[in-house]
């Protein structure tokens, strides 16, 4: 690693990494989440719709559209960060770590739901299906 040091021979701090307006901008827009990319993209089309159909193509193009990485990508910053008192840093990941024990125990419970109720459609299904063969079978007997 390089020293920078100022006009006066005093030492700098080192110099930002060179990135294109674009980087900059994309960067700018995932701090601000997926509606600050929809709110470019619908000023976009205000302004020259090719514009806004070519955000709107790299927002596809780079999943931006569909996945939540841009808040993703922000919640992992904040969460991992640290305040500075240990005892609130200790409060702060067990809570998160109760709270995520929670979701997946909620999200079992919803599963253990939806194949309850998926069982009952199917038996519903199967009994609806066995009563025309029933009487059919009734009636030609007869």
Known sequence: MSDTFSAQGLPSA???????WFARAEAWLDDRGKGAWIAAMVLGFILFWP?????????IWSKRMFNSSCSSRRKTRSSSRSSGNSAF???KADTLRRLE????????FLQRLRDAK??????QFMDDRARPTRT???????
Do not use: T, V, W
């Open 51 to 59: 514009i806004g159909l070519a955000l709107l193509a790299y927002m």
């Open 136 to 142: 059919e079978g009734d009636s030609a007997s007869a």
């Open 89 to 91: 840093d200790a409060y």
């Open 118 to 123: 998926d069982k009952a459609e199917f038996d």
């Open 14 to 20: 080192p110099l930002p990494e060179a990135r294109s």
């Open 101 to 108: 024990e929670e979701q997946h125990a909620f999200e079992a």
